[in-house]
């Protein structure tokens, strides 16, 4: 049974900036089943992060409509989207986004503060948490005493704590090297394989070549949607 | 949730320590200063109301005027205006208690080879019962005392002191301008008056010894002064009519006349001083509320500074599931909790310091705690007061934004 995790039409957003009305995205469709495994590619400017923010409900649309998980979200009140960012989706940053005086368990398991969960129960789930992203031994580190590509497992690890539906990635390897950043693919594929869907954006072909599907932005649209590796790709 | 939220909001205090601490300060310095203000008011209108309850409930004193005519006083060559009849035909008036003539002085004492200027108060034995005033030991004259002119005297506290030392004063004679008095009571302490004077040192003998023998009144039977007591504080404007009327009637004044006496009430003396101390001690908690206010700006200061610092904190927070009432418990938690330990802190130096002024000055101090918990919920309210401003700041932060803060 196919079902849909992620349903936009028509999704447009535009900036109010000093020269008027910027319009960043210009109406996008776009279906994601249930355990997909999605690339979004597209130059600097083409509107990916804008997309990712709609997607990820840190941010509203100026225009259409974004079903998640069969609901529409494009005109939720402001404290139902943190419940979904909070319980349905899991968000990846380019720059981790850890709290630099928490410790890691801490860290890991701060989204569960706003799930309403007692003290003890955060921390022995943060501490199986980082286990999972392969991090055990680390509960009581600060994140400026780890490495990048361990921060952005952490920061894995916090997106999972409440068994999300779904992983938004906004260019989750674009501060780490190529060694990481395979090590943090392999992880998402792993994550994959259990059922998690996954949407990425990346600047990197090869990187793109781990999803099953690449979706490419162009100034504000969607210009091309394939099933294959697209690893011949120059990178943008 | 809430005890989430207060775990985060300590370990938001303890990350900046120093700013904390500085933050706190205000408050600290706020509530010990209400404190330690409401302490020393309190206690002046405690030591206020101690004085008051030494005196007698609701007392008129008359004090007589010279006579006078058309406001043409008739020479010195008089004496006192009122005298002991007045005093017993006020006492046949209504809702009066008690009435004594009073005819005071300062005379010398004398036991043996050392000697005491004290205040010689002549009277009879209602002048007790109207002031309240017990003994501690022996026991009072009587009316046949006053009668008979007896050669007795009750002695007041400080003039027993002065005179006898650690002696048993009772059965004692002691000289006064040559007359010998048998001491047959001693006086429960007082203390100050109102004008601070110490009223343990006198001693009190029947009005007639003390007109014939002490002070020797050219017209026997007159006295300066009559105190005497109503029957309730509701019946006093009532007392002072009628008592007023009689005396005007005794002394045939004419309606064109002045009163040849006053009439004073000490309730009122006492209401005034009262009112005094208290709107002093107002006065001092209004002062040091400012200082609670001027720390309550300071945690408004610092919260704002460190909502702008932790801007991207608080979007990471919302991106990853905070509501806006969360950041705004949060935050208004923080502002309490520095608040709330302030004011602890501040409790205690304030606390402190009343005990130290108490324990090097002779000043009274009452910790009341009432005051404690109002300056407690002071502090609190405080906290929500200057900190929801910058609380609701925070939390209208918009993620996105909040998150692309460097
Ligand atoms: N808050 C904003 N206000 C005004 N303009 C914005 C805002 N955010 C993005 N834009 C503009 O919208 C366009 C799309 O930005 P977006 O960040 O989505 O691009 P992107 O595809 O993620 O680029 P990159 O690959 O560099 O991350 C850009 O031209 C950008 O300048
Ligand atoms: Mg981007």
Redo the contacts with the bound molecule.
Sequence with gaps: MSEAVIRVAGLGKS?V?AAGL?P?LKGVDLTIQRSEFVAIM?P???????FMNLLGCLDTPSSGDYFLVERNVAHMPGDELAILRNRTIGFVFQGFNLLPRMTLEDNVALPLVYSGIGREARREKGRQMLARVGLDGYALSLPARISGGQQQRVAIARALINSPRLILADEPTGNLDSHTSEEIMALFEQLNAEGITIVLVT?EADIAAHARRQVR?LDGFIVSDTATPVSELQPC | MLSAMLGEAWHAMGCNRMRTALTMLGMVIGVGSVVLMLAIGQGAQYAVAQTISTMGSNLYILISGSTSTSGVRTGSGFGPTLNVADAEAISELDDITHVAPVHQGTQQLVYGAKNWSTTIVGTTPSYLDARAWTLTSGYAFGESDVRSASRVALIGKTAAENLFDREDPIGKTIRIRQTPFVIIGTLAAKGQNLDGRDQDDTVIIPLTTAQRKVFGVPFAGSVRTIILQASSAEAMPAVEKSVTALLRRRHRLRDDMDNDFYIRNLAAAADSAAETTRVMSLLLGAIASVSLLVGGIGIMNIMLVSVTERTREIGIRMAIGARQKDILTQFLLEAIMISIAGCLIGLLLGIGGALLINAITDMVIVISGGAVIVAFAVAAGVGVFFGFYPARKAAALDPIEALRYQ
Excluded at chain 1, 44 to 50: D, L, Q, V
């Design positions: 900036y900036t910027f960043a597209g600097s400017g083409s509107g990916k992060s804008t600047h932005f």
